[in-house]
């Protein structure tokens, strides 16, 4: 088990140890790039029940890293030895600037991947990562920008931003949400693997609505500008164009940034299904 909270924010250790006797005390050791940050001896406290011992620790860990927290009982006449498992704790900063790289950016790429976000090179806020979190934020309904400020941050510290999937029965198959508007490639099992911004039809030439199957897939770059096309029904179909704004400005098709089209273009199969909803 494991926590992610962001850098300056406090926060707290509790533990449990049965049964209670009292004067006991238990160690409570914080590992931080490998070595001891602190160490703290901890008195128990009876539970409400007095059956159990229990302790509660503040702590605050500051700069992007990763806190591991253990809690041990020395042997005494009373208690035998007893450790508790280790759990790690994942510190975020508190923003980041566009174009920033290190130990901080590189925590926020490991919380978008678990979600399925596709992030860029390692360690970097490049375009891509840039991309990840303008779907991230598509998802859990904040501004559509792609900072990767405090709001954004503290929301993926809070478990926040995970893709829902609508139809988990339909196996190995595209998800288009044009409510939130981002694409979501979901795996045979039902998995969420891959989260994509995309701009569907405008108002005026609205994206059709339902369950497709792809058809015909056109590599390259046609006459229109559209990258790496798989079409669902009809002219409608996804595809990497020049300009994808962050809000529906197509004629009709599911636009996704050039960078992504390819990537996409080969996970799609040809009688693989689409579901396109709001």
Not at 30 to 43: I, N, P
Not at 217 to 228: S, Y
Request: aromatic content about 8%.
């Amino acid at each position: 088990p494991g926590a992610t909270v962001l850098s300056g924010d406090r926060w707290r250790v509790r533990g449990t140890l049965t049964p209670y006797v009292a004067g006991q005390r238990v160690t409570v050791r914080f590992q931080a790039r490998g070595r001891e940050v602190r160490a703290r001896s901890v008195l128990l406290r009876p539970s409400r029940t007095g059956l159990s011992g229990t302790f509660v620790l503040g702590h605050r860990a500051r700069g992007p890293h990763a806190v591991t927290v253990t809690a041990a009982h020395d042997a005494t006449p009373e208690l035998p030895a007893l450790a508790a498992a280790p759990v790690r704790v994942r510190v975020l900063p508190r923003r980041l600037a566009p174009g920033s790289s290190g130990p901080g950016v590189l925590r926020l790429q490991e919380r978008l991947r678990a979600l399925g976000y596709v992030v860029g090179a390692r360690g970097r806020l490049d375009a891509r990562t840039a991309r990840a979190v303008l779907a991230f934020r598509k998802v859990v309904g904040l501004p559509r920008t792609t900072s990767a400020g405090e709001v954004v941050l503290r929301a993926l510290a809070r478990g926040r931003g995970a893709f829902r999937v609508r139809f988990p029965k339909h196996g190995r198959h595209v998800e288009a949400d044009l409510g939130r508007q981002v694409l979501a490639l979901i795996g045979a099992g039902g998995k969420v693997e891959r989260i994509y911004p995309t701009s569907s039809g405008a108002p005026v030439s609205p994206t059709v609505l339902g369950s497709f199957r792809f058809y015909r897939k056109d590599p390259g770059t046609n006459a229109l500008g559209m990258v790496h096309s798989s079409y669902f029904i009809r002219g409608y179909a996804i595809h990497g164009y020049a300009s994808v704004p962050t809000y529906p400005a197509s004629h009709g098709c599911l636009r996704v940034p050039v960078p992504d089209a390819l990537a996409i273009f080969r996970w799609v199969r040809l009688g693989g299904r689409i579901d396109v909803y709001r």
